[in-house]
């Protein structure tokens, strides 16, 4: 599995600790700084249960400042014999700054822009929105919308909790007030619609966030967007107008 992360690459191979991975229920096993493409990449193998099954990952975190390449071979436990072929799979990964040419291309959805909001980027299954276009807004306060797709199965019985904690795990973004929700049906889809204020961890200002959930069998897809607290509240429309034009679509 591959999948790309807006945001360097620095900061996601510093947060890929034994806490850090632990926190998202893996155990680290082995880590090593390794060379791909002559850029400087960490190989990680973890373990991780995951259905009342243990399972093995390999995992390659590269990539450079603007962005985070993430390479993933997963096994099982009962067949450690794959464990080298895999490791020596994804260390034959490389990867461009060549900019994707259709953003859409592959995805199993779509979501059209809107005029405040312009499609910036893709980053693996996510599409980023911006006011300005440019995947990194020039400060906290400049709104920006992520949406995408889940990269696992999950069952998912109660839409509104499962909702309510997906965005309290928000990264960079402190303890949600003022919450605010109510379920919605989006493409057929029972979903659930959330917008809440938190402090960003890293300017310490107040972002307003939204969110939706959407729930298709085995697999959710996720929007979030992000305004500074004391801009118009009224935006929050806009990431409405955008995440209102979601469908899915065959790949």
């Keep these: 599995m591959i999948t790309e992360i807006p945001g360097p690459a620095s900061e996601v191979r510093a947060g890929m600790t034994q806490k850090g991975l632990a926190s998202r229920g893996m155990t680290l096993i082995q880590s090593q700084t390794v060379t791909i493409g002559g850029q400087e990449a960490l190989l990680l193998h973890v373990s991780q249960s995951a259905a009342g099954s243990e399972l093995f990952k390999w995992m390659l975190v590269g990539g450079d400042a603007k962005g985070t390449v993430m390479v993933v071979g997963t096994f099982p436990e009962s067949e450690t014999d794959l464990s080298a072929p895999i490791r020596k799979s994804i260390l034959t990964s490389s990867w461009t700054e060549e900019k994707r040419s259709d953003f859409f291309e592959g995805l199993a959805f779509r979501v059209d822009p809107s005029p405040k909001l312009k499609l910036a980027d893709r980053m693996g299954n996510l599409l980023v929105f911006s006011e300005t276009g440019a995947t990194e807004p020039?400060?906290?306060?400049?709104?920006?919308?992520?949406?995408?797709?889940?990269?696992?199965?999950?069952?998912?019985?109660?839409?509104?909790?499962?909702?309510?904690?997906?965005?309290?795990?928000?990264?960079?973004?402190?303890?949600?007030?003022?919450?605010?929700?109510?379920?919605?049906?989006?493409?057929?889809?029972?979903?659930?619609?959330?917008?809440?204020?938190?402090?960003?961890?890293?300017?310490?200002?107040?972002?307003?966030?939204?969110?939706?959930?959407?729930?298709?069998?085995?697999?959710?897809?996720?929007?979030?967007?992000?305004?500074?607290?004391?801009?118009?509240?009224?935006?929050?429309?806009?990431?409405?107008?955008?995440?209102?034009?979601?469908?899915?679509?065959?790949?």
């Design 138 to 251: 020039s400060d906290s306060s400049q709104a920006i919308l992520v949406v995408g797709g889940s990269l696992s199965e999950i069952v998912i019985g109660d839409v509104a909790a499962f909702a309510k904690e997906r965005a309290a795990k928000t990264e960079h973004l402190g303890r949600l007030r003022n919450v605010i929700g109510r379920p919605m049906t989006v493409d057929s889809l029972p979903g659930y619609e959330l917008i809440g204020v938190g402090a960003d961890e890293k300017s310490g200002k107040d972002l307003r966030l939204y969110q939706l959930v959407l729930v298709d069998r085995m697999t959710y897809y996720l929007a979030q967007g992000f305004i500074g607290a004391d801009r118009d509240p009224r935006f929050v429309k806009e990431f409405r107008r955008v995440t209102s034009t979601f469908r899915r679509v065959r790949p």
